[in-house]
Structure formats: structure tokens, C-alpha cells
């Protein structure tokens, strides 16, 4: 059997406890996922449990996004609000999408999340009718051009349809993962992203994309591990964009 379709079967087991009927759950994967392809179980670390997000988690999830936000560095004090880089890459996928959000955890902490969407052009919608009111008061929009990074950051906050690239539209999934560093290197990542990827196209998506700041080279070289392919995106400076199909064997 390969592994996504163990990973599939998984979600579809999990359809009930999705849904909100039964949110108790120690390990969502199967021994067999600790032999992802091209690694082996020996040169991986202890297996943490991954989960669904749960509302208790938004703390740490912030926290987790913040302390990986400077292209994978701290980036606490970067802002005029630690909370903003969350409000603007976690808050809303919490807030709109948690069914497609999943935590790890190390002795009961939150090290680690990878959270998204199966429909980007749906999500960009409810961006703006329900998460933008929510936030707006905290973050005015700033007079455009943006000039510094905070009102970079908010003026994204304020045109979420910037992620609406012609070039990104035939993968309406994206995704963001982030770990902490004690939680990187060991395949924890990879299994984050398969579960999600399981999970997209359990929702409708045939694929997906992501973008990592240009700099972020540890990140670059991860998903180009995964098999991710590079997607040329037009006019868009300091990020590089991938894409990949849900459906692991299909190209």
C-alpha cells in the first residue's frame, strides 16, 4: 500500500472527529507512516504525534509563526506587533479553514503546524467578508506604496487577493508549514505536508502551491526534497513559488 493512500484512508476514518463529533485524538497517522519514501525510519528522530488543530492551539501556533517568520529565523521584534506575521500567515486559516489545520506535538507542546486551504479563490472571499473586519481596527491600511516592512505585511493584510496570481489559479490549494528548530530535520515536516496534501484532496483540490521567501534557502531545498516543481509566478520579487499535485503519483 503507498502512503498516501494510507494517509487518505486515515482522513477518511477521521470524517466524524473532523466535523467536531469527537475532537480527542493522541496520533492521527499510522505506524506505517514513519517509512516515508527516500527515508528511512533510522535516520529519523522519535515520531511526534500530529493532530487537528484545536482551539487551544492558537497561542502556540502564533508563537511557532512568529519564531520562524524572518525566512525561517526569529522574527519576534521585527514588527510593531509580535502578533501581526500571525494575524496575517496563521489567524485566518485558524479563523476560517481549522478542518485543514494540523499541529505536532513533543512531550505536549505545540513545535510545529501546517494549515491552508483546498480553495484559494473561496478563501481570499472569506478573507475579506469575515477575517479583514475582525482585524482591521488593529492594523489601519497604510498609505500606498508601502514603504517599511510593517506596512508591507499590513498591506498584504488588506489585499488578501494578491494571492490570486493567473499563474497559481490551476492549484487552488496552498499551504504553510513551520516547526520550530528542535522539531526540523528529523521528517517531520514531509509528514506535515503529506497529511496535508491528503487532506486537500480529500476536499476537491487536484493540487496546490506554496511560496517561500527567495532567501529561505533550508525551505527551497526542503520542498525541492519533497518533489515540489518550481512555478515561475510574473511581476512577484523575493518569493518563489511551487506547486504539486495532491494526488502524489499524479503528474
Sequence with gaps: MSLMAVVIRVFSDFESFLSGSNLRIEIIVPEALKFLPGRCSANMGPVMPVRPFQPRDRD???????????????????????????????????????????????????????????????????????WLPHVAGRYPPPVEPARTADERLIATLHHPEWMMAPELAPHPAHLHVDLLPQAQGAGHGRRLVEIFLAAAASAGAPSLHLGTGTRNTRALHFYERLGFQRLPVAGVEGTTYFWCPTERGAR
Design 60 to 130: 502556540a501556533v502564533y508563537d511557532i509563526c512568529v519564531r520562524t517568520g524572518a525566512s525561517g529565523e526569529d522574527a519576534r521584534g521585527h514588527y510593531l506587533s509580535d502578533a501581526l506575521l500571525g494575524d496575517v500567515y496563521a489567524g485566518p486559516y485558524l479563523e476560517l479553514e481549522p478542518q485543514l489545520a494540523f499541529v505536532l506535538e513533543e512531550g505536549g507542546q505545540v513545535v510545529g503546524y501546517v494549515l491552508g486551504t483546498a480553495n484559494t479563490a473561496a478563501f481570499v472571499e472569506a478573507w475579506r467578508v469575515r
